[in-house]
């Protein structure tokens, strides 16, 4: 004993597994704990499990600021498979806020103190140089502040595969509905590449042009053929100023067709039948974007292919769709005045050696060793933090998701737990079907046998405000 508690020692201890309990907790201002069977225990807290509102989450199959995230979406999880989102939360925040970067992504992750990532720790050589081992196990869910720069943060790579073998286009013209279908073949997805990289739309004249350099003569015939093939229209080419030649098919179907994947360069995107496409059919696609908007960049000590595009979507979704063909690329975003950003996915080493093999283009690179910063296996992309700071914030709005089953989700590229409905601590435990962030801070402190209805949280918005440093959360 002494003067502030009594001491009791613990005679016996056990563990066994319960269905379907129905658990409960409350809140205690300032001190954050109470007295329970007589034993000191602690109070619930609502933990800022949280990321910055313009943090970039992976939907199927786009990219959307976590702040834009609705209820029902579904978004890329740790497994590569989707999931639904059942909960938006949002938090005002008082602590330390990490600022993440992860090499190969364009932005860097900020998130708060307990939000935790999907990382491998890399120990050090025993060797004098002390350089990170190159492992990818074991892997784990780990708080920013145990990270170091060069551990690996992982990107799951997904596995849903589309086999559509025709594409409806339907419309309505002056003799009534008319459908046509496209074979998806392979050389329809290269077409599709070259869309993506020289393509444009008039829809009042219902018109698609696809615009080349004059010294590209072989890509303006095949892009020729190709449309003569898929549309059934023999297309006009022209030369233009600045060395430019120009195709043209005026035709309401073509039209119809690629608006399906965006207006304008900045606007493009890969809608779901061309993302998850076999594997054959997205070399094509890799193909034709690269022909048409892509380069051989030469340095002195090494080659590496590029692919630039100014749509911050297709930029991912490529990326994306590299790593379903085994291939690991890096983006860099370059701000440039008075134009839009420009975002550049390029592809090193080893990497840029399978990819142009792949794609049946010279690429004459064979250094005697790969200098490779980046790991893959069937799962995941293995990707170094290159930087890693903290600062303080106080009063800040950060945001995160609840995603049903696996209670993981993907932001700026990056595998991390969602927010969930329970107690962090050990002290005690409570069931999904109970969800104290609905009730507001009374209801906690003085009614908690209201905890026992379940509440209707469907396409809510909780707002929690969270000061770790005071332990204290206020609700509403």
Sequence with gaps: ???????????????????????????????????????????????????????????????????????????????????????????????????????????????????????????????????????????????????????YLLTPIPKKVIRLRNFRVKWDSSTGVKVMNLRTEPDLFRLIGYYLAEGSVGVRNRTIYLSFGSSEQELVEDARRLLRRYFGKEPHSEKLAYHVINVRLGLTFAMLFFTNFGRGAANKTLPDWVFFASKEKQVQLIKGMWLGDGCV?????????????????????????????????????????????????????????????????????????????????EDYVFSPIESISSSQVANREVMDITVEDDHTFVGQGIVQHNCVDACPFDALFMTNDYELSSYDKPSLKYSPEQLAIPPKTEGYTFRVKIDPEKGTATHG
Aim: aromatic share 6%.
């Design 1 to 151: 004993m002494t003067e502030d508690m009594i001491l009791s020692p613990v005679i016996d201890i056990s563990v066994k597994t319960v269905a379907d309990l129905e658990v409960m907790n409350l809140e205690v201002e300032e001190d954050n704990s109470f007295v329970a069977s007589n034993q000191v225990v602690h109070n619930c807290v609502f933990c800022g499990l949280c990321v910055d509102p313009e943090t970039e989450v992976a939907t199927n199959p786009g990219l959307k600021p976590i702040k834009n995230i609705k209820v029902g979406e579904r978004v890329l999880t740790h497994t590569g498979v989707y999931r639904s989102v059942s909960k938006i939360w949002r938090f005002s925040y008082t602590g330390p806020i990490y600022e993440i970067k992860a090499m190969g992504k364009p932005n860097s992750l900020l998130c708060t103190s307990d939000h935790r990532l999907l990382t491998v720790k890399r120990p050090s050589s025993k060797k004098r140089d002390k350089r990170l081992l190159r492992v990818t196990e074991p892997v784990a869910m780990v708080l920013p502040k145990d990270v170091k720069a060069g551990d």
């Design 297 to 377: 960049v030469r340095q002195s000590r090494q080659k590496y292919l590029n692919i630039t595009t100014t749509s911050k979507v297709l930029a991912y979704q490529l990326q994306t769709v590299l790593t379903r063909l085994g291939v690991v690329s890096a983006i860099h975003c370059e701000i440039r005045k008075n134009r839009l950003p420009a975002y550049r996915l390029n592809v090193f080493g080893r990497w840029a050696v399978k990819l142009a093999r792949m794609m049946g283009i010279p690429f004459d690179h064979n250094p005697s060793k790969f200098v490779d910063k980046f790991l893959m296996n």
